[in-house]
């Protein structure tokens, strides 16, 4: 018989999520000036403004809150302005990105262990600009964890190869709300514990089985006084001191050995001292158990609503939902209708009936398939629901007729792993395999099912010279199966052929996350490493293996059809699955339209492929190099190898500044004349620099800057980069990026560098990262904000100044914008051009494309980027042997060897393994050359062709909503791209024959 532990009971006729938050008329504001109510859209909202140097909010109190209890925070804002909002109670609480657009914040959060007054904050943290607060809700919730028999995981715990971890996500929704958390008298901020005086944490590991040993990951990540101690207990009454902080650092512990086997362990953290003042934003713990079967956990959050009279619900966590157990206290058969409903658009149904005074069992489906552990007990259910990547609120009814029986609501995260509302049966036979197909922008998960989609052919549709892929998928059929070989045939067309070689295939491998990056996130391995297919390949049974089929359409293919096939051996015998790829009637332009700027370390190139000499160092940089201009990237610098020379000649007043182009003249007539690359970045010396945390002054052949010697030695120097680069042509390709990210106190500092730039060399283009603020306007050529700064409007007030407008991404921003890190969907890679056209954005830019360790959290080995997905910090002071998180694959898209770093130690002359991300980066820029050619097509024909026509293609211009609203509104369904982007190959088809 099954063991169900009551993880809530709803009674009889009880109202029991009431929203808890008094009316607004009942807050009070902690500055009169910059916090007000009005009228907003029919109703009143709270108000808080700033100029980006305060803090404000709005507070209740008398909330009544008890210890130890969960609820969930919900709201919406609307802010004009850059900072952050601040939400929460006074000990536990969550900031928010300003946005733009309006947005609905949530968090879930446990009440600490305190007798003092609960007060609930909405407000902002150096806001410049105005926020308003409206449809705040406070709801009790309930934490239901996922179980399997007697063994109990919530998020972050897993059971893995023998090994419990147990991670506390801190910036997941539930923040406070972790399994293991026994006793919190510590506050809380968005995603790190905040000791002060006296406070304390401890966590309680529990588990049915025997855990053999013990270690412990804590991260204090700031520090100003006091000791943090950590200590462990296996009653929770005496305890033994394992470790004292007392700075910033990262901490390992072991147990000791004599603690064990236990299934019940202790970890309390305690602040001692007076002024005891530290954070900390990681903790982890380990052990060695002899569980083997894997299980990872999951903990719902469940809102309660309300249940009608004569019925009791009680829930516990299954395998891939809730399973609801209902009591009837009636003497009559109770018949409900079940419906759970995500986004208000989609549904699943089930009928439960409950006998008189009996009870009846239901599986709520909130994963992407359905719990085993339900279809073991053979009991009614819910189909799960088709959700693409991304949150997704949920409400679940019963319904008895017309009348409501009970409400719930909860919120499920759809990571791309569990995306499963796509994909296509092959046509063609694989023997001892399922094969079906995809497009390249999917992350297709290991586990997810086969599609029922009828078989059809693999699809590819592109231009002449335009690079496109698809993802072959092979599922073996219940036991492990070989891939022994794959071969690609000639593509046949009525008009012409494509030969083999146009086709190469990669296996799409994948990465393992430990520590997600945002909410979109969860530990797993993730597709992302593209390195060149190499049979015989394993294919494990039940698990998809996706193959990377990319053709690149030759120049002069005719346009129409192409039908061919690939050939499979597997060990169980020969099959093939078709293809077909339809080539559009246009031509790819040679030059890019969208510029760019990536960077990319030839030292990081250097120490992964072992390079010994020059020779090799320069032949594996120009394969990395060939990459960029295949995907229609540039990078910073392709003249590493041929730097512009500097040199001195004679002392004092005399001297002069002699500056030698043959190396990088040569190179720049391959990379720039050629239409390789549409920008670079002008490595200027002398000019100092620095970011936000640290600057360094100008000095120039020994003198310093705003010396006399300085000023007429650099500014000659800087007018014969600018005279040389115009004489070539080469002048508008050219930026100078000195500055990184400033902060006010930079300003007077970045602007006099500008103006020294201005002065000398006025045609060379000065790029800050920054967004455009009052200080800095009239000094920078080239804005380059972090996505979320720029709307529509920003973008044409600075084009028509004369200034140009990029954005970047980084570690930052973090979902809902789009971001680099591997789990956020493929498809948002692709989208980023598209949003580009959409602003009227002119360039790309991120810091690094292959930051494959940090010096830093690495400082005597190698990381192995295959291994571990993190990008971990390095320097802005941050003690060696700290790991602290960047995101995974931030600043990271193309790949070293696949081999150890730290045992191989021969040279590896091949060029770089690519990526999902940037294989999907390229079809994002091969898209925005699509609406650069239809705008020049409808320019053309102006005049020649109906004004119609004309309409129809100017419409075309204009990116739907249903692809991207906003920065933050967009799809995560390619198939909504390609369709639109066969709508516009196809006008440019008609317009061609005007």
């Not at 029919?42 to 008890?66: E, F, I, M, Q």
């Not at 009791?312 to 079940?338: C, I, Q």
């Not at 009846?360 to 007990?377: E, M, N």
């Amino acid at each position: 018989m099954m063991i169900r532990i009551v993880s809530f009971i709803l009674f009889a006729g009880t109202v029991c999520g009431a929203n808890l938050v008094p009316e607004f008329k009942e807050w009070k504001n902690s500055d009169p000036v910059n916090t007000f109510q009005k009228e907003h859209e029919g109703h009143t909202v709270l108000g808080v403004r700033g100029k980006g140097d305060n803090s404000v909010a709005w507070c209740t109190s008398n909330l009544k809150l008890p210890s130890g209890e969960a609820y969930v925070l919900r709201f919406r804002t609307s802010v004009k302005g850059s900072g952050s909002i601040i939400s929460g109670l006074e000990g536990v609480n969550r900031d928010f990105a300003a946005s733009a657009a309006p947005a609905v914040n949530s968090f879930a959060f446990r009440v600490p262990d305190s007798d003092g007054p609960t007060v609930l904050r909405l407000g902002h943290w150096q806001l410049n600009g105005e926020a308003v607060f409206d449809n705040v809700e406070l709801y009790p919730v309930r934490q239901i964890h996922r179980r399997w028999g007697d063994l109990t995981l919530g998020e972050g715990e897993k059971i893995e190869g023998g090994v419990y971890n147990d991670i506390h996500s801190m910036n997941w929704r539930g923040s406070t709300l972790h399994r293991t958390l026994f006793k919190q008298k510590a506050g809380f901020n968005s995603n790190r514990w905040c000791f002060g005086p006296g406070s304390h944490i401890i966590y309680k590991h529990v588990l049915p089985i025997e855990m053999l040993d013990g270690e412990l990951h804590v991260n204090v990540n700031y520090h100003t006084g006091g000791t943090l101690v950590i200590s462990v207990s296996k009653d929770g009454n005496n305890w033994t001191r394992l470790s004292d902080v007392t700075k910033k650092s990262d901490i390992d512990v072991k147990l000791p050995a004599e603690l064990f086997p236990v299934k019940e362990l202790y970890v309390r953290m305690q602040a001692e001292g007076d002024k005891a003042n530290m954070q900390v934003d990681t903790y982890s713990f380990r052990a060695r158990t002899k569980e083997l079967t894997a299980r990872a956990g999951k903990t719902v959050l469940l809102e309660e609503r309300r249940i009608a009279q004569g019925l009791r619900v009680t829930a516990e966590g299954a395998e891939n939902g809730l399973l609801l157990h209902w009591y009837n206290t009636t003497d009559s058969v109770r018949k409900l209708e079940l419906q759970v409903k995500a986004d208000d658009v989609k549904h699943s149904s089930c009928r439960v009936r409950i006998p008189a005074q009996g009870e009846a069992f239901t599986l709520v489906a909130l994963d992407s398939s359905l719990s085993a552990h339900g279809q073991k007990l053979k009991i009614a259910g819910t189909a799960p629901l088709p959700l693409p990547a991304g949150k997704h609120p949920i409400s679940i009814s019963a319904k008895e007729g017309e009348e409501s029986a009970g409400e719930w609501a909860t919120e499920v995260t759809c990571t791309v792993l569990s995306e499963s509302a796509y994909g296509y049966r092959c046509k063609g036979d694989v023997p001892g395999v399922s094969a079906w197909w995809c497009e390249s922008a999917w992350k297709v998960g290991a586990e997810r099912g086969v599609p029922v989609e009828r078989s059809r052919r693999i699809q590819i549709e592109a231009a002449r010279g335009e690079f496109e892929a698809a993802q072959l998928v092979l599922n073996a059929k219940d036991i492990e199966h070989v891939l022994q070989a794959v071969e690609a045939g000639e593509l046949k067309g009525s008009k012409g052929r494509i030969p083999a070689s146009a086709i190469s295939i990669c296996e799409v491998a994948t990465v393992r996350v430990e520590n997600t990056s945002d909410y979109l996130g969860e530990p797993g391995d993730y597709p992302d490493p593209l390195p060149a297919l190499i049979t015989p390949l394993k294919l494990p049974a039940n698990r998809n293996q996706a193959l990377w089929v990319l053709v690149r359409v030759p120049d002069d293919a005719p346009a129409g059809d192409y039908k061919g096939e690939f050939k499979l051996k597997t060990d169980m015998g020969e099959g093939n699955v078709q293809i077909q790829l339809h080539v559009f009637d246009f031509n790819m332009p040679r030059e890019t339209h969208l510029r760019s700027g990536l960077g990319m370390s030839r030292h990081m190139i250097k120490r992964y492929h072992q390079l010994k000499t020059k020779e090799q160092e320069l032949a594996v940089y120009e394969k990395y190099l060939q990459s960029f201009a295949e995907h229609r990237i540039a990078p910073y610098s392709f003249y590493e190898y041929s730097p512009i020379q500097v040199r001195f000649d004679g002392k004092g007043a005399d001297r002069k500044v002699i500056v030698g182009w043959d190396e990088f003249d040569a190179v720049a007539r391959k990379y720039l004349d050629s239409g390789m690359f549409n920008a670079f970045m002008l490595h200027i010396s002398g000019l100092g620099g620095g970011t936000f945390f640290e600057r360094s002054h100008g000095e120039f052949g020994g003198f310093k800057a705003g010396t006399a010697d300085y000023e007429r030695l650099w500014g000659d120097y800087a007018r014969q980069l600018e005279s040389h680069l115009r004489e070539k042509g080469w002048l508008k390709h050219a930026y100078i990026y000195w500055f990184d990210e400033p902060d006010k106190k930079d300003y007077e500092f970045v602007n006099e560098g500008m103006d020294r730039i201005k002065k000398y060399a006025p045609g060379l283009t000065r790029l800050l990262t920054e967004q455009p603020e009052p200080g800095l306007i009239g000094h920078v050529d080239l804005w380059c904000a972090l996505t979320p700064h720029w709307t529509p409007k920003l973008v044409q007030e600075r084009r028509a100044a004369g200034e140009e407008a990029w954005w970047y991404i980084c570690c930052g921003p973090r979902a809902p914008y789009i971001g680099e890190f591997t789990e956020h969907p493929g498809v948002e890679m692709r989208l980023w051009p598209w949003q580009s056209w959409q602003y009227g954005i002119q360039g790309l830019l991120i810091w690094e494309t292959t930051y494959w360790t940090s010096s830093t959290a690495f400082p005597k080995s190698l990381q192995d980027p295959w291994q571990d997905a993190m990008a971990y910090v390095s320097g802005y002071g941050t003690p060696p042997g700290t790991k602290r998180f960047w995101g995974n694959c931030d600043g990271r898209y193309l790949y070293p060897p696949r081999r150890d770093p730290n045992q191989t130690h021969q040279p590896c002359l091949d060029g770089p393994v690519s990526s999902l991300r940037w294989e999907n980066l390229r079809d994002g820029m091969e898209d925005y050359e699509y609406l650069y050619l239809l705008k020049k097509q409808i320019e053309r024909v102006q005049g020649k062709a109906s004004e119609k026509l004309i309409s129809e293609a100017q419409a075309l211009l204009t990116v739907p909503e249903n692809i991207s609203k906003d920065t933050t509104h967009f799809t995560f369904d390619v198939r909504q791209v390609m369709e639109q982007r066969r709508k516009i190959a196809t006008m440019i088809e008609k317009l061609q024959r005007q």
